[in-house]
């Protein structure tokens, strides 16, 4: 499920703050020294109350109730304008394609989905001249309970910058011509979340 039509990246920084969780996805960002920016998403987030909801049966496949559920689901998600698509799977999955573009430096903070569900985040610092990628870690209890619900996290990360950065911990660097890439594959509700600092500085 990678994303083809760019060769970007995306600094993903997972939270369980709200009620989604990214379950299986492909996130990518491109960030420019001049502090431009391009961030995408592009795969499931299931939405925990409808889950456990249909797990333990209290909502049936093809209810009135379940539909209308998932319709304030969708609706939630398009009212924001960089959701590019979004679709019922099952389950409580649901399949999203998001995406946005801009200055950093003048919006001063992104997040995807939004500050309550704050699932990928860049945020720009001026005193310290800084843009930072980064997200809170699912707290050990929080992760077991959403694995004795079966649930889990698959994600590709990439990050794509000529900024200098001055703190990472990708699982994988590489180069092309002057810009580097920076990598991770999470394949569990535990792994680390990615960060990543740049200095915009001379």
């Known amino acids: ?56 049966k209290k909502l049936k496949v093809d209810s009135p109730e379940l539909k209308e559920k998932i319709q304030k689901i969708i609706d939630d998600f398009e009212r924001d304008t960089s959701t590019k698509s979004v679709s019922y799977f099952k389950q409580g999955a649901f399949k999203v394609n998001w ?41 050990s209890q929080d992760a077991a309970r959403l694995e004795q619900l079966g649930l889990t996290v698959q994600g590709v990360i990439r990050i794509k910058t000529d900024a200098k ?19 991770w594959r999470l394949n569990s509700i535990r792994d680390k979340p990615p960060l990543l600092i740049v200095s915009l500085g001379g």
Request: with cysteine; net charge positive; aromatic share 12%.
């Open 99 to 139: 995406s946005k573009g801009g200055d950093i430096i003048k919006s001063r903070q992104v997040m995807f989905f939004r500050r309550n569900e704050n699932m990928l985040s860049i945020t720009y610092d001026k005193k310290k001249a800084t843009i930072m990628l980064k997200g809170k870690y699912i707290k």
């Open 1 to 56: 499920m990678l994303f083809r039509k760019f060769a970007l990246l995306v600094p993903a920084i997972l939270i369980l703050s709200g009620c989604y969780l990214p379950a299986s996805f492909d996130a990518e960002m491109e960030l420019s020294r001049t502090g431009l920016y391009k961030m995408s998403f592009d795969g499931y987030i299931v939405d925990l109350n409808i889950y456990k909801s249909m797990r333990s």
């Open 165 to 183: 950065v001055v703190t990472h911990n990708a699982q994988k660097i590489w180069n092309e011509g002057s810009v580097k890439f920076y990598g």
